[in-house]
């Protein structure tokens, strides 16, 4: 059997941080209001929150498993209502 892999969150943190740099583009106009960029930014942290799942299936590790899950629905979600928010704002 081959040797543990350390417990890795930094995919999990990727993630975030692409959701929080997408609402910091949001705020500029107005979270109210949405924004398609940075709606598009936050839902891109769902890549990373993949990757991390994937590493928290190889590793075992219900902890790794569980925040990138929380991540990737986090990042959709608040990628989804910024993006929507953008669309009515613009109509």
């Not at 959701?19 to 924004?35: D, E, F, N, R, T």
């Not at 960029?37 to 891109?44: D, K, Q, S």
């Amino acid at each position: 059997m081959g040797e543990p892999v350390p417990d890795s969150k930094a995919p999990a943190l990727i993630a975030l941080a692409l959701v929080a740099a997408g609402v910091a583009i949001a705020a500029v106009g107005g979270i109210l209001h949405g924004s398609i960029g940075g709606g598009i930014l936050a839902a891109a942290g769902a890549i990373p929150g993949c990757i991390g799942m994937w590493k928290g299936i190889q590793q075992e590790t219900q902890t790794t498993l569980a925040l990138s899950v929380a991540t990737v629905l986090l990042a959709l979600g608040v990628g989804a209502a910024l993006i929507v928010l953008g669309i009515i704002h613009h109509f």
